[in-house]
């Protein structure tokens, strides 16, 4: 059984109806709630009956974050098979989804997006752990082409119209920018209880529990120079369920990023 899983995430957008368009109409995620029961908050999921994982609250006076400050990178979505990866990959290309990359990292086949207010998003699948690249006792993360017609091809073998597109995912990683790379992994170490996975990576750290590649993300790509804005577009909080924790609690990381912790399967 897992000791760590993100359970949820909160974003700040500048218009609700275009974000619950974007996610529910191009991405596939599905209301959680009925329609019309906030006008400023949305909550999605994967599936009908499945708990939500995304949050949305709108605030049009919201600024957008500077480009010199710390807060998301990107938020991965996790799939459970290359099928279900490659027939996503069908159905948003012909939904008109503008894609910002494809890489393949060794350890997984990434897609990359964002969202209308600039949110970075990744939606991904796992090799099999051991053919995951490895240098000594480190992983070996890398970044190549990915081979998006055979991803498609794999898709092909799913005919169920039926099935939900994101039928059985969840968020994978979280992956931050930060102002120093030292001082956060300390933080989410000593926090999450992760251990770093990969420190080899130029400007980047990556982190995690129980033998994943990565649950955390961090880097300093651009010099970010300031902490998270309060108020502004982007990430209000990510909830990280954990064994181990007695109680929720909520605190900020050295970035003013707002992390919530919950017991593990409790709901989050």
Not at 98 to 119: C, K, M, Q, T
Not at 174 to 195: I, K, M
Not at 222 to 246: I, S
Request: overall charge negative; some cysteine; proline content about 7%.
């Amino acid at each position: 059984m897992p000791s760590l899983l993100i359970s949820s995430l909160e974003l700040r957008v500048s218009d609700l109806a275009r974000s619950v368009d974007f996610y529910v109409g191009k991405l596939g995620f599905v209301a959680a709630r009925p329609a019309g029961k906030s006008a400023t908050t949305a909550a999605l999921a994967t599936s009908a009956g499945a708990a939500p994982l995304l949050f949305l609250t709108e605030d049009r006076h919201a600024p957008a974050a500077p480009r010199d400050a710390a807060g998301l990178f990107h938020a991965a979505l996790l799939f459970p098979d290359r099928a279900r990866l490659g027939r996503w990959l069908r159905c948003a290309a012909d939904g008109k989804v503008r894609f910002e990359g494809f890489s393949d990292h060794g350890v997984s086949e990434a897609i990359y997006l964002a969202d209308p207010d600039g949110n970075g998003l990744e939606f991904y699948v796992d090799r099999p752990s051991e053919r995951w690249p490895r240098h000594g006792s480190e992983l070996a993360m890398t970044t190549a082409p990915l081979d998006t017609d055979a991803l498609l091809a794999a898709g092909e073998v799913l005919n169920d119209a039926s099935e939900p597109l994101l039928q059985g995912a969840h968020w994978g990683h979280l992956h931050l920018r930060v102002t120093d790379l030292a001082r956060s992994e300390t933080f989410y170490r000593q926090r999450l209880g992760v251990e770093v996975t990969q420190a080899s990576y130029p400007g980047a750290r990556f982190l995690a529990a129980d033998g994943y590649h990565h649950h955390l993300g961090l880097n300093t790509w651009g010099h970010p120079r300031q902490p998270q804005p309060a108020g502004a577009l982007g990430l209000v909080r990510a909830t990280f369920a954990r064994a181990g924790e007695a109680t929720p609690s909520e605190q900020r990381d050295p970035d003013g990023i707002a992390l919530q912790m919950t017991p593990l399967n409790a709901p989050g």
